[in-house]
């Protein structure tokens, strides 16, 4: 079965950055777009960016655009997303996602001083 196993969030400061990192199995990951999304406390999810199936499209939400950049690996199933500048507003647990039903269990990310 598919799964998306979503890590490196932390807590960082306003203006920090990390890097996030999702490992896909149970399907051909080099055959799917892939999307980052996200949900901060109390509000509904938000698309973050998306990425082409060989990686050469890419989009972002405007709120992101010029501070994250999303990129994957197909030779180790692994998607990425670099997010430098950040800023509270990114505060979120962060989800990989193959489609509107396959996600993962989610990374929180804190940006606070």
Same mark, same amino acid.
């Given at each position: 079965?598919?799964?998306?196993? &979503?890590?490196?969030?932390?807590?960082?400061?306003?203006?920090?950055?990390?890097?996030?990192?999702?490992?896909?199995?149970?399907?051909?990951?080099?055959?799917?777009?892939?999307?980052?999304?996200?949900?901060?406390?109390?509000?509904? /999810?938000?698309?973050?960016?998306?990425?082409?199936? &060989?990686?050469? %499209?890419? %989009? +972002?939400?405007?709120? $992101?655009?010029?501070?994250?950049? /999303?990129?994957?690996?197909?030779?180790?199933?692994?998607?990425?997303?670099?997010?430098?500048?950040?800023?509270?507003?990114?505060?979120? $647990? +962060?989800?990989?996602?193959? %489609?509107?039903?396959?996600?993962?269990?989610?990374?929180? $990310?804190? $940006? %606070?001083?």
């Amino acid at each position: 079965q598919v799964q998306l196993v &979503e890590s490196g969030g932390g807590l960082v400061q306003p203006g920090g950055s990390l890097r996030l990192s999702c490992a896909a199995s149970g399907f051909t990951f080099s055959s799917y777009t892939m999307s980052w999304v996200r949900q901060a406390p109390g509000k509904g /999810i938000e698309w973050v960016s998306a990425i082409s199936s &060989e990686g050469i %499209s890419t %989009s +972002y939400a405007d709120s $992101v655009k010029g501070r994250f950049t /999303i990129s994957r690996d197909n030779a180790k199933n692994t998607l990425y997303l670099q997010m430098n500048s950040l800023k509270p507003e990114d505060t979120a $647990v +962060y989800y990989c996602a193959k %489609s509107p039903l396959d996600w993962g269990q989610g990374t929180q $990310v804190t $940006v %606070s001083s």
